[in-house]
């Protein structure tokens, strides 16, 4: 078989996050001072977003850090770099190309100039990591 028709694995972001999300134990909070009742109900929402409204996210290009971030040295104790999931215990209700909507509230992208954080599951592995 020529080189050029062996076919390319090319990643699913959306199961990427998934696997990810899942990985991380509903009963052991990723984040300092996140609760870890909390911390179950937005892995839960998270979860549930994805399997709802994963594939339109990705389509309207949203990244795991706009979604799923958090703060690289203070987890969710810095919301300025918390993405739109990891801001409510709400389920999203609907993604956009400009915010997730809540029942009450919305999530919206990163505004221009703000700094960004890591996904919630490279924070968690990092805290592993050092303990």
């Known amino acids: 078989m020529s080189a050029s028709l062996v076919p390319t ?24 001072y996140l609760a870890p009742a909390k911390w179950g109900m937005m892995r839960s929402n998270a979860l549930a977003f994805i399997d709802q409204f994963g594939a339109e996210a990705h389509r309207l290009g949203w990244t795991a850090y706009e979604l799923f971030g958090v703060h690289p040295q203070h987890g969710t104790l810095r919301v300025d770099s918390c993405g739109a999931l990891m801001l409510s215990t709400s389920a999203a209700q609907a993604v956009h190309a400009d915010r997730v909507s809540f029942a009450q509230t ?26």
Do not use: D, M
């Open 9 to 32: 694995l090319i990643p699913n972001p959306v199961a990427i996050w998934h696997g990810a999300i899942e990985n991380i134990s509903p009963h052991a909070s990723p984040c300092r």
């Open 106 to 131: 919305s999530g919206y992208r990163f505004l221009k100039g703000q700094a960004p954080g890591i996904p919630v599951w490279e924070f968690a592995a990092r805290v592993r990591a050092s303990t």
